[in-house]
Each structure stands twice: as structure tokens, then as C-alpha cells.
């Protein structure tokens, strides 16, 4: 997510923005700029630059703007149009959008007793509940609507709700998902990653706090708490493999953390090995920092093929069966003869992790040890990740050895949980926690029924 | 519109359906299919080549489709993707689809009404107030439900709507919107234009009554009345310019109501001439008809580009001074120093009728009179075409001595609203009465306050 | 194809000129503009939208250009993007670009001759053979290169030759295909259909004579006699179906001369029936006509269906099957229970014609009277039109009543050659001969050995 | 370039193949195919994706295929399709298809011989004057004339040329550019980088050795010799940034030579400093390299933003001023008060490199050392890299130091030639010298007068 308010050049900021963030959704994408009187929409399906080659950035004026990539989830699934984001909803006096990341986890039982009561809902989307829970509230201006709102929804969340005069800015009381401010000149910014504010030109100002609504608006900013204070629980897999390296979330490194993670791994299960390498690109930082700490040389093993795009003709299986290859290639001038440490952020289904260690294999490496810079995923995420039933978790129904057989590795093993919150956290503060339910099964928010 | 049940290839005949009626609405296209259990959508702007060339037809499988090729109106404007039909409204226990065309004429009151008791409307159509309406009715069937809303809404419309097990077909009480019905085999199909049958092997059944709600569903046809019988007021601009010349309406084809308007025409205004002309396409089988009658030749005077897509780079403002045409040019070989009789279907702003006029003496034509295949316009429609005030109107505002000067002719004549009628309705029954408010200012729907 | 000199704007406006004769080729298309010192081309495959929609018409910068729409003849077959015209071809010193029309009959012999001593031709086009014949002409300045070139070659064809500071224009000795010359202000400008002037808003000054050069340059035109004169041999398929209505060739308007060939028909084979009705788009001239003479009724009796284009979805045998329709569509309204007489231009392999003979029998007609508005065709053409063997000619096959009942008419008849002459050619001097040699066997230009 | 002999999926695999070359040349691509019968060729400007994302392979079947990359260089500049390659020639008896890279440095002599005696030569491209040498030899067989061709040209060069029922494969006699030989099962492939046939699943066999000419058929490989031994020359270059890391050159893997390049540049120029960074993609092995040397952590401080496609909106200068970053962002979170050691591979204009260390300041940086991977570039290279005058090389008119303030760097060095040459050349014999004449301005082919 992305908004801006302030801004002559809101849509197209908007824009770069959304890019910088394009590795979080690519199904669809949408921005949605005020001119102060109107809301105007556009989206697609699609990357951001192809659904905005054919735009006119001429018809998308205003001083504020807000964008959403999408990335489907557990509540959320769908390829139509209709759920893009943001959502646009227009009365006839005043008009409100709505740019939503994360999970309500009692959408089931809120969309039950809206439509019970006569609101339709057009979309799957978690987004459109809390619109109409606006709607609905009886408060008389829209910030107490909004809080009163927030007060019914229980998941990990965060939201950017542009009207034509006010932007509305906010995270879920455990600020699970990460929701950023930062300010260009007199401008306002805000974006789910902090590297879009480098690539905006922006200068990062603070976190969105656990449970605060920020109101944005010609009179500047004004913070309301509408949740008790606790502790923190930023999402774990951000920093594992969501965010871009180049991202600070809770003032911490993104790289650095991953590189950190690297290192406790390599002190927690060392091996006896020639070269380390790390399957690109969100692994590549802690294989340098395992090889780091290791003594053992970190080697570019595993190519990513870099032109691959929506136009690319997949290879038939008779072809793929003799041997071409698609996204990730071995080194064989790397690999060949050597004993190798193949450093991976996370294993979620396996089948990727299988694959890579028989193309090492294949390239001649005589041992592979694979080595995951995160602890086993064991539990499903009802927080937003796509990691949402037991079954597809191939940690959660395997034992370490069964899984290393599974993939056809010499030797596995995962970083543990302390390892990890080494890395991530730095001083354990109520700002500093996070959320490592899927590794633990320890939920900070628990919904009964669902 | 078109509609379709029963039939295996649902969602592809949709598809031929709605080409045959591109010509009604060119801004954006969408077909919604049921395979029984869900209703599967894919819509977006543009041309209905453009919108389904990337459609995987495979994913669109079931036994019944609607379909809906968007053209903006009064209560309807704006090029964003939400608002192209078919509309969809998904809530936990069932699903709905709605297609429509025409005006709701209390469509903001009603509007009004339901966001005050707590409902978003999310788009700026008419559609989605009727499905509001049915949601918000205590009927306890769908049927009862719809009957109730379409007494609630005054004014010109059409409605094609999709459920999991129903399709269901209506028009208004006075049917001033064509919507007719079909058989392929065993199954049933529904368009605006009979022309949509010939092309996808359909044979023409019957027209849907004015007043009347169809319910189609494996155990085949229902038919409700929801409202008191009243004249049929067919729309008079459907046989003048609107429909396909091989479309029936109300059994009388479009090509040979036009050609006896030309003949009504010439008989009411004939003039002393070398040639008869007209301007392609609609206006040609009026043109036939004038030559005729007449017993002047009809020429080829105006050709019409075929190869304008929506690729085709608009000449400069310089390059259009020196005389580089786009859409129309005239045949010079044909009208040099001859005096052309132009018939055109109907004056709207006059910008066309000028530039054509303009043209042919470019192209050395020495007289030219303009003879119009219709009543002059005087008045704004509310019931669905893009004529929504008096304002832009040109016939409205001026006297018809005025109007040929502005226009540039010799002469100008249009026809009557008797000869028209002549030329339309067979025998003035209930079923043959035609809307000619546009001319006559006689409204056959009126509503206070709109 | 097209070429302009002198105009500030002469890739623009050569693109305006393609653009009204895109029907005359749909394969491919290229510019070459020179800016006096250096010659650019943009070409590729596919129609003219399509190949310009990314053309930067900024680095096609220059006050003279000619283009080009390509057509597949019988020694020109081929998709390869090498094939399409203009061909550019640049030495050291200087550069030539060819734009072509045409067949030349002597190609092979040419071809054989020029490979025999070292020359290495890269696409299968005649137009490269010209272009070898001038490198390797022995004359000093292009000019007179270029006269000893077309002295060598035989057959039918018009060229446009740009170079850098001059550009060359020629017909055949005896002017089988077409080429006019107009001026824009001081601009001149060469094209295969008077209509592109229009278009572009020049005005016609003469047609290219018969084995006459005309050499454009800063100095004006300059004509030049390379061959004896000879009578016109204008090709008569130009006027049956080749060229847009509002073309004049050799001052005769085609829409004309077709109506002329629908009048001839109706008095060399009448009818008695109920409505007259033509094939869209090229017949429809010659219906008027016949129905003007005949005092039958024109009728829209088949539609044209306007939206297909390359993206549109071919539909699947089986849907062919059920009756689904693409191009043309009969209208019900119009043949049912009548007697119809369907106007073609023309009949070469019989199928279309037999589609749409049952297509109208299918909505209702009781006799279907085909008459064609040209003679049989009954041998190939060598002049470039692609008809080229006997074999594939339906009438050269067959008798007028097996034909008759191959197309499943009721009745048949062609219009006579003196029928075709009267229409076509005013008066009978040395400049107003046809070309007939597809429908009379006399070829005006025969070569030996092929 | 990418070349396969004797497979079924001839050309599918060889579009495998030239996507993993893409980063050889982005501006065309082309394929030719060979039935035994008959040549084909699809070809366009654009990526591989785009080029043959509409092509139908089913058309292109054949058992041989040849395909290019296009890069332009010094003789062969243009964006026209006609120069994309492979070029086919076609005559009456047979035809021949041409793929080659580098650079032919008597070009021009060639073709004013060429043109002087007749031959017209339609592109600017080096290619076709081999295909006229070809042509005009006395030689009574094919691979007589292609020795007696490959005789007359100097420079550095591959080419894969291909017969109806031959393929032929050569490199120049000092062995500049790089081609090697795989296997696929019985199919024997050719292609500029080793990394192309691990993704299309092959087997290296063997480099084409300097001066020599194989024939493939189905009698095998036949290898000929045009030309005296000599010692390998081969680029530096390719090693330094233009191959893909998971490439071998001459059996060393370009990642690896890197890494050692690094290390070397770490032995020779160490400095005091915090983290060590590179520039993505092609530094980031060198500055490993550097890292592990010097004991520097390697951090990822600067990041390249993969989404950045053709239809990517360039943010405006007036964005672009306020910090709207694009390709490359610096990582705060990782440069902010640190020393910052930047590699770099190496410095052609220096205006990135210039950029990139003005990023590092902004980002916070305190210091910024480059160190440099390679040579300084003081010489044009006439043998197919884009450096082609000795005025757009930075290094070899400016000083040190002048450079060092140029771009902003608080110190700058480069690697030494004999560094490189430690990091490439595994032992010095005839197989294993390299070209650095764009370093040293030692130039192993020399032609008077170019």
C-alpha cells in the first residue's frame, strides 16, 4: 500500500510507489487521487505497469492519492476485477476508498449480520466489511465512525481510507503488519515498506503505532488510539522473505537481519563443506552472513533468470523433462565437485527447496546441506500470508529427518526460534515484539469459531 | 444485452451475442456465467474483442450467461471499470447478476432512500439500485422480491438478471427499451436486437411484454405481469438511427422502416436534383428510400472509413486544415457539379450535418439539401439515450431557416412525425405505439421532481 | 501505395495515404521518408494501425516519403517481415528505397541471370530484381539506370523509387495497374487511388501515362517516354471489386462504372422477383444499379458484420454448425418469403457465393437469382491479382448450369464483356482500354516460358 | 547466439536458448529454422518475449535452427528490423541463413569491392558482407567458398551459418569471441555462453577453437582449419561484465574470475572502511570477492528494482530532482555513517558510477572508496563491445585523481592488468591469453586504415 497527501504529483508518486512495493502483490493494482472535490479510480488486473501504460495521469489530478497492489489470501481469493483495491465506494453527498493489507479474521460473522440487516457486499474482500461497518455506525463524524468501526474487527490490519479531505491512516492493536510515515517536503507519505519512501525521495518519519488511527489533513496530523496499548507482534516473515532487504521495519534492517539470521544459523548448525550459496533472491543475505560467519567462501550457486515476464512461453513437460530450465539455474562451474551449503529463507510447501537440491546435485555438487534461515513453519497464518491450512505445510506433517529425505538434501537443519528473535528483535521493549505464531502457535489474536 | 440458457457453450454465444450488439455501447463490455453453483464474471473497458481476447473461455464454463455492452447515459456516466455491467453481487449464501439497460428516472430518491437506511452503493449505475431494492425487499422469494423493487423504479429500462438456478427478463411497463426473446434448440436466449439471433443460429420466439417478468428455469418460461397493461411506446430513435438495419422491432425491420421513412420523406419534401446521397451507415436505407420515391439516382456520395480502430493517430489540427479526413470523406467523382439531396437519420448537435455539408461542396457538390429522416429533436430523453438536455439540442433552440444556414445547405426539410409514424407502426394497436417524446415532448413516463 | 515531395509533414500524411487503401493489401506495411540526406524506414507485419501504433513519427522527420500496403501475388508469397515494402537498400555512397505494385513476369529469368553472376537476393519480391537491374546497369545516373532496368522487365507494374534527393515514378508500357499523380499546395503527391488524395486533402492532376518516368525532384516534374506508346490496358478487376467506390481511374468514378454494370446486367438478364439485394461491401453499387434499372426494390438483404477484427474469436466448427454467423448475416426480415436477386461483383473460387446463397435461403427466401456484375473469370491473372491458375477458377471449370447448381441458385448470369466495356470505358481511344484477360484470355503482355 | 543441430524442438529450444543470452542484446531477436527443404525465419525489434510471444512454432518445425540477439555496435548501428538477424538469403536453388557477432574491421573495403562490382547490400550489418564474400567465390562447394570468404575478413568474430542440410560454426583466428559446443542426447547445440546450455539442458563439449570452421550434418562435426594457430585472444571484457556469472569461458566460470578479481583488487588496493557493497548485478562477485580478502563485511547497499520493463513511465525531470529514484536505490538502513567501499566492475563514461556514489552520500554514507574490478579503459575496441572512440572513455582523458574528484569518490583505484590477468588466466599457454587492448592498447588484429 501507498498514499500521499500534499503532493501536486500525488497519482504519479503514487506510482513509483507502488513499484518499489510491486514484489508484495502482483495480481492486480489500483490508485485512487482526490482533487480535493472528487474521488477518481483507476485499476487493473495486472503489474502496475501494465495497468497503468494505457492511464492518464492528466485525469488522475489531486493533491492526494492512494495505491494497493494485490496479493490474494486466505479471505480474499478471486482474479476479478471488482476486488482490486482500493474500493471506491460514492454516496450521493461524499465519497470513500479504501486500501486494506492484512486479514479480519471475523469477516465471516460481520458480512452475516450486515447482510442479515439488508447491505449487499460485491466483493470477497475483507476491505468492503469495514466500509460498510462505517456506513452503518452511528457516530456522526467519519474519525469516530472509523474507530467505532475498528472496535468491531478483530485480525491483523492495516488500512489507508482517502476521502476528498481527509486521509485515514491505521494499524491493528498488534501492529502485525507493518505501516510506515515519512514526508516529502510539506508532503505526507505513507507505505507498508520504508524502501518506497527512498525510491519516492522521501524521508522516513515514524511507524504507524499498534491500535493508533492518523488523521491526515490540511491541518496536518492527529493521532487517535482506539485500542488499548500492547505489545508489538510484527509479522516474523517480513523480515524472513516478505520485505524488500532494502526495507527497515521497526528500525531494524531488513538485509541486516537476514544476514544476522545467517550467522546464528551458521554458529546453531554448522557444517563441514566447500562453498555456501543462497537461492535468489530473498536467501542471498543469509547465505553471505552464514558464509560469514562460517569462514566458508559464499559462491553465486544458484542463477535467477532475470527476463522471464507475463509474455514468456512456459517449456512443455517433454522439454522441461529434457532438462530446460526456467527460473533458477545451477552453477555448474560453481557447484561441480563440491560440497555445498544451500542457504534458504523458509520452506513452506518444499517443492521448491526439492527441486533446487536436485538441480545442485545434477551440476555436480557432491553433498548438499541445506540449511533454512527461519524455524520450522508449523502452524497456518490467519494474518494475512497465503500459509493458510495444516496440510500444505509440509513442516507441520514431517520430522526433520523425513522432510531431509523429502528433498533430497545430505543434512538439514532450521534456525530456532531464539536464533531468529536474536536477529529480528534487539531489545526486547513492548515495541520490539513479534509474531512468530506460524513457527510457535502462539497467536496474539484468536477469533473463536473460525 | 444479450442472455442465454441452457446451452453448453453459454458464455461464448455471449460473446457473438454481444458483438453483434456492439454497436450499442462501445465503452466497456462483461459477461457473467452459472454453471449452476457460482457465477464467474469477467468484464473490462473497452470493445468486446479487446475485453475478451485474453478471456479463457474454459474458466467461463456453465449452462447460462448474461451479457452487457456499456454505453454511457444521464444517470450513468464516467469510463471506470466498476461501473461496467454485468453487475455482481456476491453474498455468503447466493450470488447475483444484473444486466440493464435504460434509465431509472427516480433512480436518486431511491438512492437517497437506501444510503439513509445504511447502504453503500459502490457505483453511479441504475443497476445496482434495483439490487438494493430486491435485497431490501421482505418478500421471501426472488420472484416476489424483484416484483416488489420494479414497482418501486419509474422509468425506460431492461433487465436481464443471473442467479445460480434463474435467469430473470423484464421491461417496463410501457416496454420503451426492446428486449426480445429466442430459442437455439433447447435453449432459451434474450437480446435487445433480434439481429444478435440470426448471428449466433437463434430463431426469433417473441418480444418481452411491456410489464412483464420472465422467469426462465429447467422447468422453462414463467411469465409475471407486475404491472397494469398499457400501449407499448417502443423508442422512435431505435428504428431511426439505434438499431441494426437487420434488426426486427416490435416485427417491423429496421432497414424497411428506415427506407419508408425516406420514401414518406420524399413524397413530404422533394426538391429538384441530380442525385440522392446519404450518410453512411444508418442513414443509407432512409437515402434508398428518398431515391426511390423520387425517381433521382442514389449515389455513393459519402464513404465511410472502414480501418479506424482505436490505434489509428488522430490527424493534427494543422494536418485537419489541410484537409485530411478521418471518418467521412466525400466521393468526388460523384458529387462535382451536381446538386446532392443528403438525406441524413436525425440532428442531434448538428456538428456532423455542418462538417458533411461542408464536404460535398468541398468536393464541388453545387447544391446541397439536407433532408432528415426524422422529426426534429426539441426535447432531452430521460429514458436512455445521450440527449439529457434541451441546451444541446440544436433543433430546440432554433428555427429551421436558422438551422439551415448554421448547417450550410440549400435547403432543409425534415420529416413529420406523422410521416414517421407512418413509416414505423403497422396498425395502431396496444402492442405498436412508439416513444417519440425526443420530437413530440409528449412523455410517456413522467416523474415529479427529476 | 503512396509518396509525397516537398511536405514538412510527408510521413504523416504518407501514413493518412496507406490508410485509405489499406483494402488494397493487409499483410504488412512500411514508410521511407528522407530528410534529404539520409532515408529511414518503419515497417512490419500486419495493418497500418497496427505497424505505426509505436512508430515515433519524430524520427521519421523529412519532406518526402512513400509507403506501401502489401498484398500477396504469385511471386510474392510470404509472411516474412523482410518481404514487406518499401525495400531500402543502402551502398556506401547512397541509398534507394522501392515501392512496388504489380507483377513482373519475367522475375525468374531475371532472377537466375542476376544470381548467375554474383548477385544475392534476399527476398522473394520482384521489386528486388529492379533494384539489381539498376546496380548493375552500366548507365551513369540513376535515371537512365533506371529506364535501362525497366526496358529488361515485363509485365505489370507501377513503382515509386525515393532517394535522397529525388524520387521516381512509373507505370508499365501498358498501364495495367494504376497511379495517379496530385499536389497538396507545392507539395506533390503519388498514389495507387485518386481516393487517398481526398483523403488527404490534395487534388488529383493526372494519372501516370503508360510507360512514362516522371522524375521528382527540387526542379518539379520531369517526364521521360521509356516505352513505346501503347493503348490503356487499364485491368478491368480495379473497377469490378479492387478500388474504393470513390476512386476515378482514368476519370472514371468507380461506384459509377459499377452501378453502369449492375444497369447493363438488368437489361442483359432480367429477373422477375421481389427485392434486389448486393454483397457488402463491393457489390452494393452494382445492386443499385441493376435495382434502378430493373424498377425491382434495393434491400438490405445481407449485413456486413463491422466490428470483426484480428482479435476477434473465431468461432469453433461446432458453433459454425449451430448457425453462428461471422461476416455476413442475411436479414429475415427483408428475404423472407421473396424473391431475391443477389448481386455479387464477381466470382472467382465460388464459395462465398455459395454461402451466401444458402444463408439467404436459410432466412426465408424462396428464389435466390444470383447475377454477376462482371463476366466469368476463366483465366489466371499474371498481372497481380491473386488469381493464378486455371485450376482454382470455378467458371473456367465448369458450365454456366452446373455452376448454377454448385452455388445452389435458381438462376445465373454474368454480365456480358461489351456489357463490362460499356460501363467502364467512356469513349474508345488509344487511352481507354482494359485489361479483360482473366475473363477473354487475350493477354496484353505475354512472355515466353512462363 | 544460439544454434542447434538434429532435434525435434529445434526452434522452442532454441528461443530457451537465446533467453538466457538476452542480456547479450535486447534491441532485436530472430530465429531461422531448417526442414532439410526449406528455411525459415521469424524475427522482430524487442525482447525475446516480445518478439515471439505471437509467433507459432508449429510453423516454424525443422530439425536445425540458428537465432540471434541483437546489440549494436560500431559498424552495424540502426533500429531497423531489416538488420535484426539471423539475415536469410534466398536464391532459386537454395538458401543460407547467417547469425554472427562482433566485428568485421574491413568491412567497409569489403563493401565498396562488393558494391563496385555489382552487388547491392541492403543492411549495415557486417553479416552480409560475409554472405556476398560467400556468394561470389569461385569455390565449387559451400565450405570451400566460406573458407575463401572467412580468408578475406579481419576482426574479431563468430558465426553460426545455416544450409537446408549443413550448419556451420566458426570463430576468428585469434579466438576474441567466445562459441562453444553442446550436446543434447544426439543433437549437437552452439551457443556464445556456456550458460545456455545448462538451461536448455545440455552438455558442454568443447570451445570452437580460434580459426576454425565445423560443419555439422548428419555425417557429425567436421572440423576444418582457415587459419594459422595463433594464441587465444579472448575478450576480457566477457569475463568483466558482459557474460552471465554462471557462464565458463576457456573451462574458468565467469562468477569465479570475478571473485578472484575482487580479490585481487582487495590484495592491491586495501582501505579502511565499514562494509563493502557492489553494483547489481554484474559487481556483486567482485565485490564478495573483495570482501572475503579484506575481511570487510559484504552488505547489500545498493539494490536494483527488478519490475522495470518496456512500459515503465520514466518519472519526470522535476521528479526525478526531487528523488525519485529508478534502476538503482541505495539501502539507508545499511550505508547511514558508514565507510562505504563500492566495486564496481568497471568505468566506460563513468556517469552511473558517478551517480551511484552521489545515492551513497545522500543515503548517509561517510566515506565512499571505489575500487574498481578491472583495468582502466583507455581504448576503443574494435572487435564488437560499444566503446568505440577513444573521446567517450573517462579513464583515458582524466588522470586519477581528476576521475576520483569527477565522481565524487573519496578514493578510487583500479585493478592492474596483471591482477586481471591472475584472476582469468589459469596458466599461460596458447589456449589461454585474453584481449585486453581496450586496457592496454595492445590489439592482437590490426587493419591499415580503419
Known sequence: MFGIWGHEKAAELTYYGLHAQQHRGQEGTGIVVSDGETLKLHKGLGLVNDVFKHANFKELQGRAAIGHVRYSTLGDKGTEVDSVQPLLFRSQTTSIAFAHSGNIMNAHALRRELEDSGSILQTSTDTEVLAHLIKRSTQANTEDAIVEALQKIAGAYTFIILKEDKMYVTTDPHGIRPLSIGKIGEAYVVASETSAFDLVGATFEREVLPGELIVISEEGLKSIRFAMREQRKLCAMEYVYLSRPDSDLNHV??????????????????????????????????????????????????????????????????????????????????????????????????????????????????????????????????????????????????????????????????????????????????????????????????????
Open 253 to 450: 534492517n531488513v538485509h541486516a537481519s537476514r544476514k544476522k539470521m545467517g550467522k546464528e544459523l551458521a554458529k546453531e548448525s554448522p557444517v563441514e563443506a566447500d562453498v555456501v550459496t543462497g537461492v535468489p533472491d530473498s536467501s542471498i543475505s543469509a547465505a553471505i552472513g552464514y558464509a560469514e560467519q562460517s569462514g566458508l567462501p559464499y559462491e553465486m550457486g544458484i542463477i535467477k533468470n532475470r527476463y522471464i515476464g507475463r509474455t514468456f512461453i512456459q517449456p512443455s513437460q517433454e522439454l522441461r523433462e529434457q532438462g530446460v530450465k526456467m527460473k533458477l539455474s545451477p552453477v555448474r562451474g560453481i557447484v561441480e565437485g563440491k560440497r555445498v551449503v544451500m542457504i534458504d529463507d523458509s520452506i513452506v510447501r518444499g517443492t521448491t527447496c526439492k527441486r533446487i537440491v536436485r538441480l545442485l546435485r545434477e551440476a555436480g555438487a557432491v553433498e548438499v546441506h541445506v540449511r533454512i534461515a527461519s524455524p520450522p513453519i508449523e502452524n497456518p497464518c490467519f494474518y494475512g500470508i497465503d500459509m493458510s491450512t495444516k496440510k500444505e505445510l509440509i513442516a507441520a506433517n514431517n520430522s526433520l529427518d523425513a522432510l531431509c529425505e523429502m528433498i533430497g538434501a545430505d543434512s538439514l537443519a532450521y534456525l530456532s526460534v531464539e536464533g531468529m528473535e536474536k536477529a529480528i528483535v534487539r531489545d526486547k521493549t513492548i515495541h520490539q515484539g513479534i509474531c512468530s505464531a506460524c513457527m510457535t502457535g502462539k497467536y496474539p489474536v484468536t477469533v473463536s469459531g473460525e
